[in-house]
């Protein structure tokens, strides 16, 4: 992969991630307001994150280095999904339940899922072309 394309995509990446800043659960606005950078502090996010940036930047074959990019963008996804559906199991209501998460989330995961989604998609085109 090109060091254009990289740029592309580490940028991209970064970009997906703002979201991430915003507060995207909680019981109400302004009074327990979580920021979505809890997708990004577990175990899921910080490998996904590493993986993406060996991927990306990493002295691999190219075949590897785009599955481990793929794998990085998807564990984003992963992350966000996994947050959404447990972080208020221990701080708010004592079980994992969908209905929870949907009552719980603001808005703006759902934006930043969508993000996050786009950026795969923006991966795997980038990072499709065989001539790299």
């Given at each position: 992969?090109?060091?254009?394309?990289?740029?592309?995509?580490?940028?991209?990446?970064?970009?997906?991630?703002?979201?991430?800043?915003?507060?995207q659960y909680g019981g109400g606005r302004g009074v327990q307001e979580i920021s979505g950078l809890l997708n990004l502090?577990?175990?899921?996010?910080?490998?996904?994150?590493?993986?993406?940036?060996?991927?990306?930047?990493?002295?691999?074959?190219?075949?590897?280095?785009?599955?481990?990019?793929?794998?990085?963008?998807?564990?984003?996804?992963?992350?966000?999904?996994?947050?959404?559906?447990?972080?208020?199991?221990?701080?708010?209501?004592?079980?994992?339940?969908?209905?929870?998460?949907?009552?719980?989330?603001?808005?703006?995961f759902y934006f930043g899922v969508a993000v996050s989604v786009l950026m795969v998609i923006v991966y795997l085109v980038?990072?499709?072309?065989?001539?790299?």
């Amino acid at each position: 992969m090109n060091s254009k394309k990289r740029m592309v995509l580490t940028i991209a990446f970064v970009i997906s991630l703002i979201p991430m800043l915003l507060s995207q659960y909680g019981g109400g606005r302004g009074v327990q307001e979580i920021s979505g950078l809890l997708n990004l502090s577990n175990p899921i996010g910080i490998v996904a994150i590493g993986l993406f940036v060996l991927g990306v930047w990493g002295k691999f074959s190219v075949k590897v280095a785009r599955a481990m990019g793929a794998i990085g963008v998807i564990g984003i996804v992963a992350a966000e999904v996994y947050t959404y559906l447990t972080w208020h199991v221990m701080t708010i209501t004592g079980e994992v339940s969908l209905e929870n998460s949907m009552a719980l989330a603001y808005p703006e995961f759902y934006f930043g899922v969508a993000v996050s989604v786009l950026m795969v998609i923006v991966y795997l085109v980038v990072s499709s072309d065989v001539r790299q």
